[in-house]
């Protein structure tokens, strides 16, 4: 009897390690095939590395980040460097805290292996993409995480000398990522739940003292986010519920609603088994049992605190918003799946669970793992090499201005659409200014002028934004008179179409120029740029 349940044992310890083996593989591949950094990234590298510490602190509220995590990028690159292979081997090195993360959880609530967190981690190339970025996200993902493990293992045992550790690990977790406040709520009052049913007020206490400690911690940052209220109607999209929760179930992963699907069947099938044995065996009551609790009501929480603050905060959301909420979902599943699979066939079924991972991982949307971030370097080398002192470059979108910033060696001078004085962090305070400006593109449309008339070249790094000829280029009032109200985008695409116009107009040439890059080489399409070339005057 005991040699079949070794031989089990055996079994799922090798399918966890292969998994984790074949993760941390595939997190290799993608920082050696993601290339160069895109904007998100660029802005961080280049909020760490400003002259001082106190102009990163005057300064982190043009991005997503409370100031500690660009201090961690910033100690990084002094010791090792700010190059492109130097950020990605960090962005590897989150990746791996992640799953380490996981494999610690399992340690704290019992002696296991996290197949269920493992399983679905490999399949989600959320993951492999956006929590490897040098933007909190992976970071945080891995803190939240560990405060899920930490929080949860108080329900077995007091160790009070595993309080300053737990406080700690929360102070840190807020701290790298805000979204992360929100989660801590959800993770605290779960177990604050579970700790008054069980009679232990003290402990409860604790918990509440140590959640209520760390969101104390972000009370400093508070004044800065109130001045970013100031410009952040220009990234409102009200997103909808409908919406909400379809860029939930992209961020679980790709391709289509496969991996989705395996999230819903996996959380039914467990709700399905717990049902069964709570009626089984109705009257018992046991720790294994409130760890079940704890994990459910860590799932619906954060669901419904997430879902309750991207509608408060109102911002067009993308897939990396979701990382944190899926990873500490993951790690639920997985602490549902290893409590209730005590039997054989149970545990037949995770074990089944966990090689089907093993076998699609590789499968489940390939070319976003190996896809290039940008391919805006691209259009900054072009340029350096072929643009005179004499000539112009001209950058749109202007966001495209933050990785042009640090890749752009050539002697030319270049400016964005609209120009803008700034172009290290997201400056949108600076693109609503020129929103209400009545005559925002008249100093680039001057430097074009000069530029073309002394017969040099203006090299467009987006290319040209034609309209139809019948049409005449879009000419927008000053925000918000116009129907995009405050879209910063509707308005830099009515800039880049009337400046193209007046290049086409007045050019003698217009060339499109080939980048130096592979066909076959996937480009994200959030960043995927052209460069296009006009010279001569008439």
């Not at 160790?159 to 701290?175: E, H, P, S």
């Not at 089984?280 to 419904?304: D, H």
């Not at 549902?336 to 076998?359: E, H, K, N, Q």
Request: proline residues 5%; positive net charge.
């Amino acid at each position: 009897m005991i040699r079949p349940q070794l031989r089990l044992k055996r079994v799922e310890w090798l399918l966890a390690i292969l998994l984790s083996a074949l993760t941390i593989l595939t997190l290799a591949v993608r920082a050696t095939q993601a290339g160069a950094l895109w904007r998100d990234d660029c802005a961080v590298v280049q909020l760490a590395g400003m002259p001082s510490v106190s102009d990163v602190l005057g300064n982190f509220q043009h991005e997503a980040f409370p100031p500690l995590f660009p201090l961690i990028v910033r100690i990084y690159t002094v010791v090792f460097g700010s190059s492109d292979t130097a950020l990605r081997i960090f962005g590897f090195c989150v990746g791996c805290l992640v799953i380490g993360a996981f494999w610690v959880n399992s340690r704290l609530f019992r002696p296991d292996v996290p197949l269920v967190a493992l399983a679905l981690t490999s399949l989600n190339t959320t993951f492999f993409v956006w929590g490897t970025t040098i933007r909190g996200y992976g970071l945080g993902s891995a803190m939240i995480v560990l405060i899920f493990g930490c929080l949860g293992s108080m329900l077995l045992a007091e160790k009070r000398q595993r309080f300053i550790t737990v406080a700690l690990i929360c102070l840190f977790g807020v701290q790298i990522l805000l979204y992360n406040g929100v989660l801590l709520i959800a993770v605290a009052a779960s177990a604050i739940a579970i700790l008054l049913v069980q009679s232990r007020s003290k402990q409860a206490f604790v918990v509440f003292t140590i959640c209520v400690v760390a969101m104390l911690s972000l009370l400093p940052y508070v004044p800065a986010y109130l001045r970013a209220r100031d410009w952040n109607i220009l990234v409102r999209g009200w997103p909808t519920s409908y919406s909400l929760w379809k860029h939930f179930e992209v961020a679980l992963g790709n391709p289509g609603y496969s991996i989705p699907a395996l999230w819903y069947a996996i959380a039914v099938g467990l709700i399905g088994v717990f049902i069964l044995q709570f009626y089984k065996n109705r009257g018992r009551q046991s720790e294994q049992r409130q760890l079940i609790w704890f994990a459910m009501l860590v799932c619906a929480l954060s669901l419904a605190g997430c879902y309750l603050f991207l509608r408060i905060l109102s911002y067009t959301t993308s897939v990396w918003y979701y990382l944190a909420l899926t990873c500490v979902v993951a790690a639920a599943l997985d602490l549902i799946a290893s409590t209730l699979c005590t039997s054989d066939w149970l545990r037949f079924i995770r074990l089944g669970l966990a090689a089907v991972a093993l076998i699609g991982a590789p499968f489940a949307d390939w070319s976003a793992v190996t896809e290039r971030q940008t391919n805006v370097d691209l259009a900054a080398q072009t340029v350096s090499k072929r643009a005179g002192p004499g000539d112009l470059a001209v950058v749109v979108p202007w966001q495209f201005g933050i990785p042009f910033n640090r890749y752009y060696r050539g002697s030319a001078p270049w400016m964005t659409i609209p120009n803008i004085a700034d172009h290290q962090v997201h400056r949108y305070d600076l693109i609503k200014a020129k929103m209400l400006s009545a005559n925002p593109i008249d100093d680039i449309t001057e430097a074009v002028r000069t530029t073309l008339a002394a017969g040099n070249r203006v090299w467009f790094v987006g290319g040209l934004n034609l309209p139809r000829p019948e049409e005449g280029p879009m000419v927008l009032p000053p925000a918000p008179a116009s129907r995009f109200k405050w879209d910063n985008r509707a308005y830099t695409a009515s800039w880049w179409q009337q400046l193209s116009v007046f290049a086409v107009v007045h050019a003698k040439k217009i060339d499109s120029i080939p980048l130096p890059q592979r066909e076959s080489v996937r480009i994200n399409d959030l960043e995927q740029t052209s460069l296009s070339m006009v010279e001569g005057w008439h």
